[in-house]
């Protein structure tokens, strides 16, 4: 029987926006403007800790309740 490959630690955009339940422009948009951490690879492929998505939720609410 042939095992499986770990699952990957890295999310590509589409997996972050649904992760988050937000569009991709949204993710794209955070990138550029407001601080989400990611890593570029290549020319246009960026990939995205779950982690650093979590960390981007809580600055984006604390910024809220101020």
Known sequence: MAEKAPASPWLSASQAAE???I??????DACATRGL???KIGHRTLRFRQSWLDEWVEQQ???LTR
């Open 61 to 63: 609410s604390r910024v």
């Open 19 to 21: 992760y988050l339940q």
């Open 37 to 39: 951490r990611h890593s």
């Open 23 to 28: 569009s991709i422009d949204s993710i794209y």
